[in-house]
């Protein structure tokens, strides 16, 4: 599976971006897909997950109710809609996938995940 991410840029905080991730290749095997991100000199977090065959979500606590992550099976594309943004959330986005159909609890695991998108940038700032 390869994954291509799009979609970052700057904007001002309040404003929105919605980040792209076009999955191909062996795209039938997917089981969950999710966006990380990660800044310099921190770890990679976990910002949102779905699974693939129930589109159960799971939304780190920092973002829920500002972010939306969502999927398109005809174009094998997850899609995170970036409302509200704030400047913490400045950040390098990745998406990555895995063929395993993680638990609900385990879905922002970084674990299960082993195909990851290059990074794509979001700035927030005035």
């Known amino acids: 599976v390869q994954l291509q991410a799009s979609g970052g840029g700057s904007v001002q905080p309040g404003g929105s971006l919605r980040l792209s991730c076009a999955a191909s290749?062996?795209?039938?095997?997917?089981?969950?897909m999710a966006w990380f991100r990660q800044t310099p000199g921190k770890e990679r977090e976990s910002v949102a997950a779905?699974?693939?065959?129930?589109?159960?979500?799971n939304y780190a606590d920092s973002v829920k109710g500002r972010f939306t992550i969502s999927r398109d099976n005809a174009k094998n594309t997850v899609y995170l809609q970036m409302n509200s943004l704030k400047p913490e959330d400045t950040a390098l986005y990745y998406c990555?996938?895995?063929?395993?159909?993680?638990?609900?609890?385990?879905?922002?695991?970084?674990?299960?995940?082993?195909?990851w998108g290059q990074g794509t940038q979001v700035t927030v700032s005035s």
């Open positions: 290749g062996r795209t039938f095997s997917i089981g969950a």
């Open positions: 990555a996938g895995t063929v395993l159909r993680p638990i609900y609890s385990n879905l922002r695991e970084r674990a299960p995940y082993t195909y």
């Open positions: 779905i699974r693939w065959s129930d589109r159960a979500t």
